[in-house]
């Protein structure tokens, strides 16, 4: 059976610090700023968290999601570990955070990723895959993380309402 069948994202509510250091650890050409990783691993504790585990328990990927206003919730940080890339793994656990995102009342899924201004490869993917998964590019904000890291807000509707 394919890793595809085999793992789906399941609600983490111990350890989503850990979950969020283990695999950003893995992932230095996205998550290279230790800084920027021990901000996320310190809000991935307090986020509600999906992840997907391979049979022995190990943590293949993770989503946690943000609640930002009555309407709208954010992929707040992500990763797959290198290993489990092209399994889709990113895949469902977008479409797990937009069903919880949908449970809370949202209608809009948002991620902040870098900006197309600054050309770094891996980055290109990223924002591939997120208008693969149906985010839209909505606006860049060239200074919210640093004049070397201009931020794109891309936003997914989860409904035809407001």
Not at 1 to 10: C, D, E, F, I
Not at 48 to 68: R, T
Request: proline share 8%.
């Amino acid at each position: 059976m394919s890793a595809r069948a085999t793992l789906q994202p399941v609600r983490v509510h111990d350890g989503r610090g850990a979950v969020c250091w283990e695999v950003l650890e893995s992932l230095p050409a996205w998550f290279g700023i230790p800084t920027a990783v021990e901000s996320y691993v310190s809000a991935a504790a307090d986020l509600p968290m999906l992840a997907c585990f391979d049979a022995a328990g190990h943590v293949a990927g993770f989503a946690s999601v943000k609640v930002q206003t009555a309407v709208a919730a954010e992929i707040h940080v992500m990763g797959v570990k290198p290993a489990w890339r092209r399994h889709g793994i990113g895949r469902i656990s977008i479409e797990a955070a937009a069903r919880l995102a949908v449970s809370q009342g949202a209608h809009y899924l948002t991620v902040k990723t870098l900006s197309p201004a600054s050309p770094d490869p891996n980055y290109a993917a990223t924002r591939a895959f997120y208008q693969a998964v149906g985010f839209l590019p909505i606006e860049e904000f060239p200074d919210l993380w640093g004049a070397h890291n201009p931020c794109l807000l891309m936003l997914r509707p989860l409904s035809n309402r407001p």
